[in-house]
């Protein structure tokens, strides 16, 4: 499950999605909008993406994730459109027959996303809003 | 030929749109459109972030050559999570 969506994301809609009778361990992430940053006062964080390719992006570092460790199922779901304090923006959920496997691979999936998945984050802050992002990674995919 | 270009977030901004159609002559690279569009759009000529290129939803490289109909997207810093 690699999804893009405009709605509130459900963190048991993920564990569901990767539950599977081989796994010992199920690790999840939640990215949630924090209230400051470099310090402003951050109102909310307003996402944007290029839906069917961060999609594929998404679905491709899952298959990467799957030869470098051996977990069992991988879900990753991005909310955009403004994305409240507290709210989850991203949720990875991983099951795999023993928990470091899993643990690593959500770190995987996270880092990968904040590198080469084309989804971009504003923040809308007291007196402003400013694009964030310094493309300092490399995608996965070669050409 | 013709080309479609999508723009999204600071470059979406500065050029005023989300999509675009272009006519260019065959042959060009990625790089000699984003040279076209920063003329046809002057807000993205001071752009001095570090893109990322994708045709057809794959990333590829500055000199990759375009066809007819091809989808083109300028992907500024990425921000994600």
Redesign the interface.
Known sequence: MFRIIREAIHLQDLVDFVTDPEAGAIVTFI?TTRNNNEGRRVIALD????P???E?ELARLGEEAKKRWNIRRMAIV?RIGPVQITEP??IIAVSAAHRADAFEACRFA?EE??????????EVFEGGEV?????SGQ?L?K? | MKVKV?F???L?ERAGTGEITKEIREGSTVRELWEILKRDYPKLAPVE????Y?VN?????AD?VLKELDEI?F???????
């Open positions: 990215g996402y944007e993406a290029y069917e390719m961060a594929k991005h923006s991203v996270i996303i904040k590198k080469s998945v084309p989804i971009w984050k504003k694009w964030i992002g310094t493309q995608p995919s050409f | 999508k999204f977030a600071i979406r972030m570090r893109l990322l994708a939803q794959d990333y590829v490289n990759c997207v992907v500024p810093p990425v921000s994600g999570g």
